[in-house]
């Protein structure tokens, strides 16, 4: 039962333009949704996050929209760069407090020259 | 300097062997964790420790025992390996079980593979 859906296995955007990455989630008790970016033979590493009290989150080039009547969020990346590349993790906690982040299977994200 | 680490960072070995993968952090963390990253690419959490202390413990075989000698370290071993058991095993590390989700630092992973 996939509770974070990232439907996209792979997008390519050319290097200058926004990436917009696509997340979807179907529990409605998550309270609060990260992002994580994951280079080859290394571990993910922390994003960005958003609350469920909030619709937008902007850090930098990254910014994090949320939707909750869609169930949606999206992470989009401007101005993309190449070590953007790379595959990204949408996540989700519940509610219920019991410390788990619940993962997506990742995008990967290719910047083109 | 490698905050969390896991050594080793790839495994090969026969079915029905018993292997065991470790993990340190030198962060001060106090809350560990060991996730599966499996074929189809999901991470899901297997287990959770808090000084020492289990506090997360997913639907995971009883052939996987996680064991914490102290709060910096958190070794998984495995006993019995099965062919499903071939995956990227990630091991984490937060400051504390209360709201630093997103400062979960992982290490570089243990690509194991069962044959």
């Known amino acids: 039962d996939q509770q974070v859906k990232q439907n996209s296995p792979s997008l390519s955007v050319q290097e200058g333009r926004i990436s917009i990455l696509n997340c979807d989630y179907t529990n409605s008790m998550f309270d609060y949704f990260l992002w994580y970016k994951k280079y080859p033979a290394e571990g993910p590493t922390f994003l960005i996050s958003i609350s469920s009290i909030k619709d937008k989150n902007e850090d930098g080039r990254f910014t994090v929209f949320l939707n909750k009547s869609a169930k949606h969020l999206s992470l989009h990346i401007v101005p993309s760069q190449p070590g953007d590349s790379a595959v990204y993790f949408c996540a989700a906690r519940a509610m219920n407090r019991d410390d788990k982040i619940i993962f997506g299977k990742g995008t990967r994200l290719h910047i083109l020259p | 300097d490698t905050a969390v680490s896991q050594t080793p960072k790839y495994l090969v070995t026969q079915m029905g062997n018993d292997k065991s993968i470790k993990c340190e952090q030198n962060?001060?963390?106090?809350?560990m964790y060991w996730y599966k990253q499996d074929s189809k690419k999901f991470l899901k959490i297997m287990f959770s420790y808090n000084n020492k202390e289990l506090i997360i413990n997913e639907t995971v075989p009883n052939r996987f025992s996680p064991k914490s000698p102290d709060k910096a370290h958190l070794n998984l071993h495995i006993n019995s390996l099965e062919l499903g058991d071939s995956a990227v095993y990630f091991c984490a590390s937060s400051q504390d079980r209360q709201g630093a989700w997103e400062t979960q630092y992982f290490g570089p992973g243990t690509r194991l593979l069962v044959l």
């Open positions: 962060l001060g963390h106090d809350t």
